[in-house]
């Protein structure tokens, strides 16, 4: 029984170059949650998506970040022309339910992506 | 909006050691708290949870309990393994909200 899984788990960037997140939810999983730990930080919600529909992008920075969850495969969070404070683990999360109806649903986390602008 | 501050580390403990690490939050309503644990390697993984006031999560022999009049939700332990090494997360949701705000996390190293 797979959990959620990332990949890459490192990825190192020139300064200008994109970087492609890969988010594989666990299985039977529609909901994927993106969140972002900066140094000395704690994670941040970026972005919650289902299947095709990104429902909450009130944490993604408005240039450069895009997410994704298409029918098939994973979701993907991208990043265009990626700079050094772009630096930062990024990690996803899945739940079987949707969330914010009043009751907690738990989401399972990843390991993350640690990417390392250059 | 909501905030989480937790004891900064790392922390370094002999084994059967007692473990706290202190959590305190900022809310702008009746939040749930948690404490994930992330072990090397690995994802965040819920530890406990607790929904409303005085309640007391509990899990592999970790306990914290909400703590509304001081704001707090710490973490305890009292005898720690090798095993209990990992980096432990606080965080919090509001009721009808699935966003999750964590603290910094504490890297905990537990010593034979």
């Known amino acids: 029984n797979a959990g959620v899984m990332q990949n890459p788990r490192h990825l190192v960037r020139r300064r200008g170059q994109e970087a492609r997140l890969r988010c594989s939810p666990m299985?039977?999983?529609?909901?994927v949650y993106w969140y972002r730990q900066l140094p000395e930080e704690g994670l941040k919600f970026m972005v919650y998506l289902q299947k095709e529909n990104i429902i909450d992008e009130s944490g993604m920075p408005k240039e450069r970040f895009s997410a994704e969850f298409p029918k098939e495969g994973p979701s993907i969070l991208r990043i265009q022309q990626v700079v050094r404070g772009d630096s930062a683990a990024y990690f996803c999360?899945?739940?079987?339910?949707?969330?914010?109806?009043?009751?907690?649903?738990?989401?399972?986390f990843g390991p993350g992506t640690r990417l390392t602008v250059l | 909006g909501n905030s989480v501050t937790q004891m900064e580390g790392p922390v370094t403990l002999s084994e059967e050691a007692f473990l706290t690490i202190n959590c305190t939050y900022t809310a702008t309503g009746y939040p749930s708290l948690f404490w994930y644990v992330q072990y090397p390697g690995e994802g965040l993984q819920l530890l406990l949870k607790a929904t409303k006031a005085d309640d007391k999560g509990s899990n592999k022999g970790f306990e914290a309990t909400y703590r509304k009049e001081t704001t707090s939700f710490h973490l305890e332990k009292g005898s720690v393994q090798v095993s209990d090494s990992a980096v432990y997360f606080c965080?919090?949701?509001?009721?009808?909200?699935?966003?999750?705000?964590f603290g910094a996390g504490t890297t905990v190293t537990v010593r034979a």
């Open positions: 299985k039977g999983h529609s909901h």
């Open positions: 965080a919090l949701s509001d009721l009808d909200d699935y966003k999750l705000s």
């Open positions: 999360a899945s739940s079987l339910l949707a969330g914010g109806l009043g009751s907690y649903n738990e989401q399972f």
